[in-house]
């Protein structure tokens, strides 16, 4: 399993940038498959955004498509979100996960992400 822990998370007004980032444990970090999920207030957890091991393809969730972009550094042990015009319905707690074989089993604490409007 994977070590895994966001930052980068802050308040933000509508229209502007964050770029959160998810810094991982271990050595065998390059084969997993990694993602982005957030959680907003009395909602339930939901997909953001995923890039598998080598960088490609990338994923993303219609609500954010064209907005945000997912990357990695497997040289850093580290993946990134640059979340570009935030929307005030961005607000959310993001959690960076890893996928090793079937199931994203390893999660971090989450970052919150509150946009104002």
């Known amino acids: 399993q994977v070590q895994l822990v966001e930052s980068g998370g802050g308040l933000v007004q509508a229209g502007g940038s964050l770029r959160l980032s998810c810094a991982a444990s271990?050595?065998?970090?390059?084969?997993?498959?990694m993602a982005w999920f957030r959680q907003a207030p009395g909602k339930e957890r939901e997909f953001v955004a995923r890039?598998?091991?080598?960088?490609?393809?990338?994923y993303y969730a219609n609500s954010v498509k064209g907005r945000f972009t997912i990357s990695r550094d497997n040289a850093k042990n580290m993946v990134y979100l640059q979340m570009n015009s935030l929307k005030p319905e961005d607000t959310a707690v993001y959690y960076c996960a890893a996928r090793a074989t079937t199931d994203f089993g390893s999660w971090g604490p989450g970052t919150q992400v509150t946009v104002s409007s």
């Open positions: 271990g050595r065998t970090f390059s084969s997993y498959t």
């Open positions: 890039i598998d091991w080598s960088g490609q393809p990338t």
